[in-house]
């Protein structure tokens, strides 16, 4: 599609801009200002032309949710000086539909497309809120029971081992470190989990047990592989005991291969746990913020924990409500929000 050769003219030999246009365009004037009427595109009918394509974007925009006021976006032209053509006084075989088609036709295929990936975006980011009065519809158990109750003023899920998981031996898998959760399936890879958790004994434990309770996430095929980050209540500060428990108050693994007990000896320097400002039987508000290979866990809106090089390859997963065995745990106003 070629514009009308006087308009190119004027812009490239502005010496020779005053004659007519061969194919019965306007006379375009000597002036060395840009000239408004562009080789027969009459100020009128350029007006109706902008006048046309806005009212296409704001009932795109209408449509969107942007509303009917909507404001075009930075940078939303009619065209550039050559996709400005001419109008049916200039003889062309290019006339002004056809023109016009392909001016407005990819700026309006470029706006609906920006407006539907910001729009789905914004759906990606919402939240997912449980208050956790009852199992979550479609979670799974995993060697533990979950029952609803209320405990300390606020209505939760109440979570055990089972009575089989608790008969264990000492020694094996199940004491430490393992999938023992309340499943919620998704595709959660980075973003934030927060709950509220409470953790006491129970009496069905051994004398190390410490009221264990925490979150799972990025749960991959059932319980194969996952992370993890719990407390130790009965090490937080709050409880003065003696050292070092004072600095084992959270603790980070990945199953299958990254459990406390390795790490503690690969990493005798304590990097994946952390004393905190925390107790057995009260209420605590835990907060992950997960990115790829980093967390930043927070107790109470403080933070005290941000393990830089984690152990596991960030994959998307499900979300679990963990706990430890010889725990009473309780958990409420679960929310997770994707990034």
Request: charged letters at 30%; proline letters at 8%.
């Amino acid at each position: 599609m070629r514009p009308c050769p006087a308009y190119l003219r004027r812009f490239s030999e502005p010496h020779l801009a005053g004659g007519d246009c061969s194919r019965g365009g306007r006379q375009i004037s000597n002036r060395k200002t840009p000239v408004e009427f562009r080789c027969g595109v009459e100020p009128a009918v350029r007006r109706r032309l902008r006048e046309r394509l806005l009212r296409r974007y704001f009932a795109v925009a209408s449509r969107m949710g942007k509303g009917p006021h909507a404001t075009p976006e930075p940078g939303f032209r009619l065209g550039t000086k050559r996709q400005i053509l001419t109008t049916r006084s200039c003889r062309h075989p290019h006339a002004l539909g056809p023109a016009m088609k392909h001016t407005v036709l990819p700026i309006t295929l470029a706006i609906v497309t920006a407006l539907t990936i910001a729009t789905a975006s914004s759906r990606a980011q919402a939240p997912d809120n449980y208050d956790l009065h009852e199992a979550p519809a479609g979670a799974s158990l995993h060697k533990v029971t979950a029952a609803p109750a209320e405990y300390k003023g606020r209505k939760a899920l109440k979570v055990e081992f089972t009575e089989e998981a608790n008969k264990g031996p000492p020694g094996v898998d199940l004491l430490f470190d393992m999938p023992t959760f309340v499943l919620i399936p998704g595709n959660f890879k980075n973003g934030t989990i927060e709950v509220d958790v409470l953790g006491r004994l129970n009496g069905k434990g051994l004398p190390d047990a410490r009221a264990f309770v925490g979150l799972a996430y990025r749960v991959v095929d059932g319980e194969a592989r996952f992370e993890s980050v719990y407390l130790r209540p009965l090490n937080g500060r709050k409880t003065n005991p003696p050292s070092p428990r004072d600095k084992r108050a959270i603790q980070y693994f990945a199953y299958p291969d990254w459990k406390f007990d390795r790490l503690r000896k690969e990493y005798p320097d304590g990097r994946y746990e952390s004393g905190a400002d925390i107790a057995d039987d009260e209420w605590i508000r835990l907060k992950l913020d997960i990115d790829d290979t980093r967390v930043r866990a927070s107790v109470n809106d403080n933070e005290e924990f941000a393990p830089t090089d984690l152990k596991a390859v960030p994959e998307a997963g499900g979300i679990g409500l963990w706990v430890g065995r010889g725990t009473e745990a309780y958990f409420s106003n679960l929310r997770i929000t994707p990034r």
